[in-house]
């Protein structure tokens, strides 16, 4: 743990609400290469990673960050629904591999940094690249950040508007990766072994989903509540798992099948949204 920690100000920031957990042992990184979805045998010190857990069935486990400190430090970050697998299975099985999963959710902060282009000094940067903020960082929980913070419904509504589906919200451990865009954004295709690399084959091989997250643009400014279902001349078609307003306009997402394309328009409730893909 660094012994200086950094007390600085940033414009705008939102502290995320994030499981925080250190992998330590004879080598964490090809132990989480061989545990989940993503090639993480590259990476190099400074850098982080989007990857998932899966089950047998490729369905998401947890959709977490791995971070390679400069210090060589490895972490993983994760929504706090995916804490019971993180904490629970990997932390089981790491001894195997000769590793161990620290949960360091009390020693440190996620935080998403608006308007911002680098990392404070002492913070930890993590990638970012899918979201509404310009970078998210790792601070130690001890330090106080000053700035405009915006709050967690002023970060929600920018994460719907943004098109940044939540796990635990907008897809769980019933989802299978293939019908979220981390399919795109979080599982290699050449790797080697994982839990769940032969059901991700077939599906990809297939190329075909019933079903998959999509962003919606909803006419109006009337928000959509959590569960609306989505319809196409009566029939449904897929429901609203997140909306908000966001500048005048209401944005949504939800699970919607397959056979309806990005730019079509369905009804959501009693207005027409247009689909958009994530």
Not at 11 to 29: N, Q
Not at 34 to 63: I, P
Not at 216 to 228: F, K, M, S
Request: glycine share 10%; hydrophobic share 40%.
């Amino acid at each position: 743990m660094r012994e200086q920690p950094y007390a600085g100000r940033m414009d705008k920031w939102s502290r995320l609400d994030r499981l925080v957990a250190r992998v330590t042992g004879e080598d964490p990184i090809a132990f989480l290469d061989a545990t989940t979805t993503q090639d993480l045998t590259g990476l190099a010190k400074g850098d982080s990673v989007l990857t998932c857990m899966l089950d047998e069935k490729g369905r998401v486990q947890a959709e977490m960050r791995v971070t390679l400190a400069e210090d060589g430090w490895v972490l993983i970050d994760a929504e706090q629904p995916a804490r019971d697998a993180i904490t629970g299975w990997l932390a089981k099985i790491a001894p195997l591999s000769g590793c161990e999963v620290i949960d360091e959710s009390d020693r440190w902060n996620v935080v998403a940094l608006f308007g911002a282009s680098s990392a404070p000094p002492g913070a930890i940067p993590l990638v970012s690249d899918w979201g509404p903020s310009d970078l998210e960082v790792l601070i130690p929980s001890s330090v106080g950040v000053t700035g405009h913070e915006i709050g967690e419904a002023g970060y929600e509504a920018a994460r719907i508007a943004s098109g940044r589906p939540l796990f635990g919200v907008d897809f769980d451990e019933s989802t299978h990766i293939a019908e979220t865009p981390l399919i795109t954004r979080a599982v290699s295709f050449t790797k080697g072994c994982y839990p769940g690399q032969e059901s991700v084959a077939r599906v990809s091989n297939l190329g075909k989903v019933r079903k998959r997250l999509v962003g919606l643009q909803i006419a109006g400014n009337v928000v959509p509540e959590p569960g609306t279902p989505l319809t196409v001349e009566g029939q449904e078609v897929g429901r609203i798992t997140s909306a908000t307003a966001w500048e005048g306009r209401a944005f949504a997402i939800g699970p919607l099948r397959s056979d309806v394309h990005e730019g079509a328009t369905v009804e959501a409730g009693d207005a027409a949204a247009i689909v958009r893909a994530l």
